[in-house]
């Protein structure tokens, strides 16, 4: 039984705005990639739609009518960024819809693919829907990533699925501090420290024991990565806190930050790696009847045989 009202776990929401200028993205290195971009960008200039595409990109055979642009003006030009890939591409899109406040879409040609959640298909007709303003919109959290320094403050960026600081060198032992909302929680020895919002709990997070977090709650995943200690468990936070990372007492090294998997940053010894979420969010959209337990159980192959259908 379900009652009428409430969002399981997460924040769609059905929206009615039509598109009429599309920018695609992708990693157009990988063949797969490139062969949708072609057909997608042949069936949206056949319905009438502007498609933009990266001047910048080495792309060949692309239907007459696509209009290669900058990078900076791919998405500010667009009323809808359709990103073809994995994951991987879709953080990478998201925080250029992030800069231009634009909503994002994802067509799957990665291996796992929760946020790039739209198969490939010769017709594209889940497309033609959103196109004509059929979908389900979301907004996803952010978070931002700042290292407090004895010279000032240094801006890390945003990240849609972690904050990581780790040791650079592999095979060492890396130690420090954490913090929630300036309260001390412990001392860390191990490889690194994940700061994941909901949306990350299904990434890097994961793989080190963390929980499945649903993308609308308001909360965030502390994990440490491989941690010396059995005993040191990963901890969900309210996502209203602010945690801070700092090295060991002991540790005169250094170690790297990333954000979704690009390196932002670095600590050093007496500074602290601050993240907190951000005011910025993005907008994910989804064909109509998005099931993001759907997704878990399709990626994570839950209840095979008998089980895949509910009851």
């Given at each position: ?5 409430i ?6 929401t ?9 920018a ?7 063949s797969r ?6 057909a997608?960008?042949q069936?949206l200039?056949?319905?009438g ?8 990109q ?11 642009v900058?990078?900076?003006r ?8 359709i990103?073809?890939g994995?994951d991987?591409?879709m ?14 879409l ?10 790039a ?6 017709d ?14 979301e907004k ?5 990533a ?10 890390c ?13 592999t ?5 420090f501090?954490s ?5 001390y ?6 490889d690194g420290f994940?700061?994941?919002t909901?949306?990350?709990s ?13 993308p ?19 901890i969900?936070?309210?996502g209203?806190?602010?945690?801070d ?5 002991d ?6 930050v990333?954000?979704?998997g ?10 602290r790696?601050r993240v907190?979420v ?10 109509i009847?998005y099931d993001?337990?759907?997704i878990?159980?399709?990626?994570l ?6 089980r895949?259908?509910?009851r």
């Amino acid at each position: 039984m379900t009652c009428p009202g409430i969002l399981w776990g997460d924040n769609v929401t059905s929206v009615n705005k039509t598109f009429s200028t599309i920018a695609l993205m992708g990693n157009y290195a990988d063949s797969r990639v490139l062969d949708t971009i072609r057909a997608l960008a042949q069936q949206l200039l056949e319905r009438g739609l502007t498609v933009f595409t990266s001047a910048g990109q080495q792309l060949n055979d692309l239907p007459d009518g696509v209009t290669r642009v900058d990078n900076s003006r791919l998405a500010n030009d667009a009323d809808l960024i359709i990103a073809v890939g994995g994951d991987g591409s879709m953080l990478h899109a998201a925080r250029i819809a992030v800069e231009a406040s634009k909503p994002l879409l994802g067509i799957n040609r990665g291996r796992l693919g929760f946020l790039a959640d739209v198969s490939p298909s010769d017709d594209f007709s889940p497309l033609d829907k959103v196109i004509s303003g059929q979908y389900d919109s979301e907004k996803r959290m952010l978070l931002k990533a700042e290292v407090l320094t004895a010279n000032g403050t240094l801006n890390c960026g945003v990240a849609l699925n972690d904050v990581v600081v780790k040791r650079q060198d592999t095979g060492r032992l890396l130690e420090f501090k954490s913090y929630v909302d300036e309260r001390y929680v412990n001392t860390h020895g191990g490889d690194g420290f994940i700061v994941a919002t909901p949306t990350g709990s299904t990434a890097y997070a994961l793989s080190c024991g963390g929980p499945i977090v649903a993308p609308g709650l308001d909360a965030l995943v502390l994990a440490p990565i491989c941690p010396h200690t059995l005993s040191d468990r990963p901890i969900v936070i309210p996502g209203t806190s602010i945690t801070d990372i700092q090295l060991g007492d002991d540790d005169d090294d250094s170690a790297i930050v990333s954000c979704d998997g690009e390196v932002t940053g670095r600590v050093g010894p007496g500074d602290r790696l601050r993240v907190a979420v951000s005011d910025l969010r993005v907008e994910l959209i989804h064909p109509i009847g998005y099931d993001y337990f759907g997704i878990l159980r399709s990626k994570l192959h839950w209840g095979r045989g008998n089980r895949t259908t509910s009851r």
